[in-house]
């Protein structure tokens, strides 16, 4: 990518080309494990659509792709303790195979909460993948990340569609919050 991207209060964690490599890896595995299958992948927005946009372009088959938004953490930086559902998806997901697409999985609250609200829509099945998974503790350990991109230290990260009050979405690599005061 030829846009130098410059903040003093960041810190590269994944840059643009691991991201990449591994994104790349983990279409490869999704494509293996639905061929043949009617897959739909579930972006929820906002922070998965960097991701999704990528990942989708390295699964070879015939998938389709619907989007949800939802609110958690607004625009603080802990969690707000529920979900609410700010857009529906626009098909029905009877009969299908579904992967939700997240940017990141913190303490899980959003994901457990999205498999309780549409696993009651008689999909075939519904798997989830996450670009970035956090340590912290599960609040709901029953929760199961399908296809993770990395494993990442306990810090707040933005960029690859990660933001900090709206901002940084458009950062091609992940990076992290030196001093989250100064944001
Ligand atoms: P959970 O419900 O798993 O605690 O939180 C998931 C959501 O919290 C993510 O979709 C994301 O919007 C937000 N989130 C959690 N950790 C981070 C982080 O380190 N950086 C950013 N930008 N958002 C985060």
Excluded: H
Excluded at 30 to 36: E, G, K, Q, S, V
Excluded at 59 to 68: A, E, K, Q, Y
């Amino acid at each position: 990518m030829a846009t130098e991207f410059t903040d003093s209060n960041l810190e590269t964690l994944y840059s643009a080309a691991q991201i990449s490599e591994r994104v790349a890896e983990l279409g490869a595995e999704i494509a293996r494990d639905y061929a043949a299958k009617d897959l739909v992948f579930i972006g929820i927005l906002k922070g998965s659509c960097i991701f999704l946009a990528d990942l989708i372009r390295t699964v070879d088959l015939r998938l389709t792709i619907d989007f949800m938004a939802v609110s958690s953490y607004k625009d603080e930086k802990v969690s707000s303790g529920d979900v609410e559902i700010l857009k529906d998806l626009t098909n029905p997901i009877r009969g299908k195979d579904v992967i939700i697409c997240e940017d990141i999985v913190d303490t899980g609250l959003t994901l457990f909460r999205l498999l309780e609200i549409l696993g009651s829509r008689g999909a075939n099945s519904i798997k989830i993948a996450t670009l970035l998974d956090k340590p912290a503790p599960r609040l709901k350990k029953e929760l199961k990340i399908d296809y993770c991109g990395f494993q990442i230290p306990n810090k707040f990260v933005v960029g690859y569609g990660l933001d900090a009050a709206g901002r940084y979405r458009n950062l091609p690599f992940i990076g992290v919050v030196k001093n989250p005061d100064e944001l």
